[in-house]
């Protein structure tokens, strides 16, 4: 399992467009992603899971894969929620 702690950087933290940007993102890996935000952790892969967490710019999270790709996948998806903007 591969852990990154990440301070999301994305302007308008994670509305209803970067979250369908990330969960796309997640879901072109096989590994299981989820993403823990005050002791609540859900899947990066679930639309409706992300937009429970009501991310804001400034936030901490920790990433967590598992799988034969949770290295690139964790890394992807830490480099995203730094990202300055939206993409």
């Known amino acids: 399992?591969?852990?990154?702690e990440v301070t999301i950087q994305l302007e308008n933290g994670l509305e209803a467009r970067p979250v369908a940007m990330l969960v796309q993102l997640a879901s072109q890996?096989?590994?299981e992603i989820y993403i823990e935000s005050e002791n609540r952790k859900v899947?990066?892969?679930?639309?409706?899971g992300m937009m429970t967490l009501g991310l804001g710019h400034g936030e901490n999270v920790v990433v967590y894969a598992n799988g034969e790709d949770e290295e690139e996948a964790a890394t992807s998806i830490g480099q995203y929620l730094v990202s300055q903007n939206e993409k």
């Open 29 to 31: 890996f096989e590994s």
């Open 1 to 4: 399992m591969t852990k990154k």
């Open 43 to 48: 899947n990066a892969k679930s639309i409706m």
